[in-house]
């Protein structure tokens, strides 16, 4: 009984070292502002995260979440996702994902994001999309 109550603390002990805090980085990259989300969005923080980054927006309304060293995503930060898009798209804005690991890209697939929110590969493709992308 005192081995498994050991290992079950140390698994838990390790899940919690390899966690890491979600948080972003701004840049602004061929006239676009980009944000680069990193670590793993949890329920705590994700909600402060977006709340950030719509302020960010005021003055740009077309952005690039780059979310290549984004290791986890929950149903909170998919809802947050669908809320930024819908909020830039009244603000005649857009939004554009470029990059994610594969465990992302499934979830975002089985989730419908990509009708919502295209994914591209670089910034000089996303600027393309955010420049020219015609409606209808």
């Keep these: 009984m005192v081995a498994y109550v050991y290992n079950y603390i140390k698994r838990r002990f390790m899940m919690f070292q390899q966690w890491k805090p979600f948080n972003f980085e701004?840049?602004?990259?061929?006239w676009l502002i980009v944000f680069k989300?990193?670590?793993d969005a949890d329920s705590v923080t994700t909600d402060s995260i977006f709340e950030k980054i719509m302020a960010e927006t005021s003055l740009f309304n077309k952005i690039v979440l780059d979310m290549a060293d984004l290791a986890y995503c929950n149903s909170r930060f998919l809802w947050q996702l669908?809320?930024?898009a819908d909020s830039l798209e009244k603000k005649?804005?857009?939004v554009c994902i470029r990059k994610c690991n594969q465990a992302i890209i499934e979830t975002l697939t089985i989730v419908w994001m990509f009708d919502v929110i295209p994914m591209c590969e670089t910034v000089a493709e996303a600027r393309q999309y955010l420049?020219?992308?015609?409606e209808g």
């Design 37 to 39: 989300l990193t670590g």
């Design 92 to 94: 005649m804005g857009k």
């Design 131 to 134: 420049t020219n992308h015609k």
């Design 82 to 84: 669908f809320s930024l």
């Design 26 to 30: 701004i840049s602004f990259e061929e």
